[in-house]
């Protein structure tokens, strides 16, 4: 594995022949690569007749290319092998991204190359496409920070894209017409060549291996010169507050900073802000505010930068006392300001930032580390510091003296507003003053996760309920899984909001220190995962231990307050990962509450005393031992080492409605179909199965129906729970409708998995089975697959007989599996948010 210095130093850029820049980040010991392509080129670059065009041809590359179909193109090529892929098109660029098992590189790689080079464009394709993105902009007329930003950019000239409407719709996306198939033509010749394109490749390929990938990508490419793009001043008005009504979900309010003529490295400097922002340490800019009762958490972001301008929003989301003393809360963000741009305060803040970068590259994933390079400034050991500095102090008395467009977002009373793109209720106001207070800043509390770990020594003996698996990870990685089961029964339901919210107090300090923290509710049990720097892992379960056991106040509080608005599906999250989180406590037989009981102390107490903990260590040198052995003394519950493994299931369908009998814009539904047996030789089956149909479901249901634009399956767990989830979102068809389409493309694949070829079976068994033996190396995924095994009942070596039983599987299997997969011999469970047609009630 690289050595530290090696991760954090930045990857040379060269540029090849035909104007490629390319950075080639060679991890040795990985069994993972990626790539990532930019292309500078995104949505405020589209002719302003067709509003959405960039996006609109992020899509269009992924169905079909010269040498590619659309079956046999990136994305089912990617899901095939297990990977992960996406895109995404931002203000000024595009990025297209995968990881994969190293050894498929160069096959996606070339797809990812003929397809941004090469693309069909097919007119009937288009068409079907642009119902996907008719959907996807219904859904963000909903997403309330597309709406703060639409409503932000009523205050700025009309003339700069930023005011302008980018997201593309049924309306200005005219594919009949020749003008608009000659823009997109011209986008795609203007921008998708060498010139405009840079290129990163990780893995653990050597560097001239790499070298010879990234001279394969200029060839293919068609040659160009970079493009140059200008942009208009960026003038805002700042003379009156704006309200935005947003209806159900939490208030906040934004202060949009513009900015103009910043220095070279104001975004590294950007971030150095946002870090200092978003910490919650003990006399800390959020946790003030926090303390003070005026938010819950605050952050900062950047919806627009390019050409050395940009607008900069520090968005707070407001208590009800806050939302009354808005005018003090702006007063205190520009004291901070003002404060936070002397000298003693950047020495530490920066510091302290320079070991959060070091421990979240030291951990990163090969795709991870390619998303934090492609950016041209990002930190690394040799960034420059003292332009940095400079940078900083020139981007805060520019927000200090220019002062911030104020807008509050809640539930209050506007009328709509005429505006070409997103429906807005919106009005403005007259500013609100308040008082001068000394808020009297001081220096945020050092992280203590973040400094040298304790005392390491191994333990002497370790209790049963812990299963410590090996080898050491050479990177200093660790993972850490526990589960405390309830055995008399569920959780009571309100108790994972006030446990949430108590990890959520934390949380910043846990991602700061290299590690990732998870909680889950399961139904009959409780799950905890920390991954990461595994130094810092013993130091935060003994911390986080204790403050689970004994949650503030204001814990509980919140958490009474947030179990009662998830009584019903609503606020701003999408509805199919309100779904989602629903899924494992409706699988253990755990009834949605229709009201939420008191959440206090004693309930949690009661609760804790029933509990059994087991855990996974994985990763942990030896030494590492005794610390983790002594924060494991103070978990709240009792050690067991006997596992409770889940239990069967009747045939048929369970139904779980959610919708509470309101009627919502908007359908979505989880399909889950449990392995109807715990063997190896049954996982192995609908394993393979699951990658089969994984693509063509994908197509029949998104591209070809345009069902909506949140449609996927595969084969997942949810908790002690293996089994085939198929899930829709949809703004056209019914709940009924969705489950009816499901079972009509399984019927289908089941009559082409008859005729299907031989060698795409065999390839699929073989990709299976090598891809599900991870590397001793890749620590995060490998762990995963340990704990999964662990909570379905299996012991470590489950992984192996499932891949050893995927390289014997025939045609017939496949087609038993899914015979019996249709047959609901294991029921079918369905979440939605609408009543059971009769035909699934019963």
């Known amino acids: 594995m690289p050595r530290p210095s090696d991760i954090s130093r930045r990857p040379p850029q060269t540029t090849l022949a035909n104007g490629l820049r390319v950075r080639l980040l060679p991890l040795s010991g990985h069994s993972q690569a990626a790539a990532m392509v930019r292309v500078h080129a995104g949505a405020h670059d589209a002719p302003r007749d067709y509003p959405g065009l960039a996006h609109f041809l992020e899509h269009l590359l992924f169905l079909g290319s010269r040498g590619y179909s659309a079956e046999e193109g990136l994305m089912a090529f990617v899901q095939g092998c297990g990977g992960q892929l996406n895109a995404s098109t931002r203000e000024r660029h595009t990025d297209f991204f995968f990881q994969l098992p190293a050894g498929q590189l160069e096959p996606a790689l070339h797809r990812l190359l003929d397809m941004l080079a090469h693309p069909l464009l097919d007119p009937a394709a288009q068409l079907r496409e642009r119902e996907v993105l008719q959907a996807e902009f219904q859904a963000r007329a909903r997403d ?10 009523t205050a700025f000239d ?33 921008f998708y060549h060498s010139g405009q394109i840079e290129l990163l490749i990780t893995g653990p390929q050597s560097h001239a291996q790499l070298q010879r990938l990234a001279e394969l990508a200029d060839g293919m490419l068609v040659a160009g010169c970079p493009v140059t793009r200008d942009a208009p001043p960026l003038r805002c008005s700042r003379d009156a507050w704006l309200r935005l009504h947003i209806g159900g979900a939490e208030p906040r309010l934004n202060l949009l900073f513009s900015l103009e ?48 301008q940009g607008v900069v929003v520090v968005e707070l989301w407001l208590t009800e006392h806050g939302l009354d003393e808005r005018a003090a809360i702006v007063e205190a963000v520009l004291d901070w300001l003002r404060y936070c741009s002397g000298e003693s305060y950047w020495q530490l803040c920066h510091d302290e930032y320079r070991r959060v970068r070091q421990r979240s590259l030291q951990g990163a994933e090969p795709l991870a580390r390619l998303r934090h390079w492609v950016e041209p400034l990002a930190w690394s050991d040799d960034s420059d510091e ?40 919106l009005k403005r106001e007259p500013p609100l003053h308040a008082e001068h207070k000394a808020w009297h800043w001081r220096p945020p509390s050092i992280n203590p996760w973040l400094q040298a770990g304790a005392r390491q020594y191994q333990a002497s003996s370790m209790p049963a309920a812990l299963h410590w698996l090996g080898p050491a990870a050479a990177n200093g990685q660790g993972a850490f899984y526990l589960r405390w089961q309830f055995p008399a029964g569920q959780a009571a339901p309100g108790l994972r909001h006030v446990l949430r919210h108590t990890l959520q107090s ?45 949650p503030a106040e204001a814990s509980f509080i919140q958490g009474q307050r947030l179990a009662e608005r998830e009584v019903s599906l609503g606020g701003d999250e999408m509805l199919i990962r309100q779904l989602l989180d629903r899924m494992p ?35 942990f040198p030896p030494t590492l031992s005794g610390p983790l052995t002594d924060a494991l ?64 479901f994908f197509r029949r249901l998104r591209s070809e ?79 995963e697959q340990l704990w999964q095994s662990l909570l379905a009942g299996h012991d470590a070596g489950h992984p192996r007989e499932v891949a050893s039983a995927m390289r014997a599987l025939q045609r017939q299997d496949l087609t038993a599996a899914l015979a019996v997969l249709r047959a609901r011999t294991a029921g079918w469970v369905v979440v939605a948010n609408a009543a059971a047609p009769a035909a699934a009630q019963g």
């Not at 003292?386 to 009373?413: E, K, N, W």
């Open 386 to 425: 003292s332009a940095i500095r400079q940078a900083f102090a020139a981007l805060v008395a520019q927000m200090t003296a220019t002062g911030p467009l104020v807008m509050t977002a809640d539930d209050c009373d506007c009328h709509p507003i005429e505006r070409a793109g997103f429906a807005l209720r």
């Open 261 to 308: 003529h910043m220095p070279k490295h104001s975004q590294a400097a950007l971030d150095v802000l946002s870090f200092a922002v978003t910490s919650q340490a003990q006399h800390g800019f959020a946790r003030r505010l926090r303390d003070a009762g005026l938010c819950h958490s605050a952050r900062l972001r950047t919806p627009y930068w390019f050409a050395e």
């Open 585 to 619: 406590r409706l699988l253990a037989d755990a009834t949605p509450a229709a009201h939420c009981e008191p959440l206090d102390a004693s309930r949690l107490r009661a609760q804790w005393r029933s509990a059994q903990w087991q855990a996974l260590a994985t990763g």
């Open 158 to 190: 009309p003339s700069h894209p930023f005011a302008g409407f980018h997201a593309g719709n049924r309306d200005t996306l005219p594919v009949e017409q020749p003008a608009f198939q000659q823009a997109l033509v011209g986008f795609h010749r203007r």
């Open 705 to 783: 129906l345009q069902l909506g634009y949140a449609v996927f399956s595969r084969f997942c767990q949810f908790g002690g729970h293996p089994g085939m989830l198929f899930a829709v979102q949809s703004p056209s068809a019914s709940a009924e409708e969705i489950l009816a389409h499901i079972e009509t493309f399984l019927a289908d694949f089941a009559s082409s998995l008859d005729v299907l070829p031989a060698g795409v079976i065999e390839r699929a068994v073989r990709d299976a089975s090598d891809t599900h033996l991870i590397a001793e190396t890749d620590l995060r995924a490998r762990a």
């Open 144 to 153: 309330v920070e597309t709406l703060c930003d639409a409503a932000l950019g």
């Open 506 to 550: 934390v949380d910043w300090a846990v991602q700061q220190a290299g590690v990732r923290q998870r909680f889950d509710d399961l139904g009959d049990a409780w799950t905890l995962s920390l991954e990461g720097a595994a130094e810092a892992i013993p130091l935060i379960l003994a911390d986080i231990a204790e403050l689970m056991r004994e």
């Open 633 to 696: 003394r103070a978990l709240p519950g009792s050690a067991s080492s006997i596992s409770i493994a889940p239990g069967g299931r009747l045939a048929g369908i369970r139904w779980h409605d959610l919708s509470g009998g309101a009627a919502m814009a908007e359908a979505a539904l989880l399909l889950f179909c449990p392995l109807p047996q715990q063997t190896a030789v049954c996982e192995a089956a609908w394993r393979v199965l699951a990658r089969l149909i994984e693509g063509p």
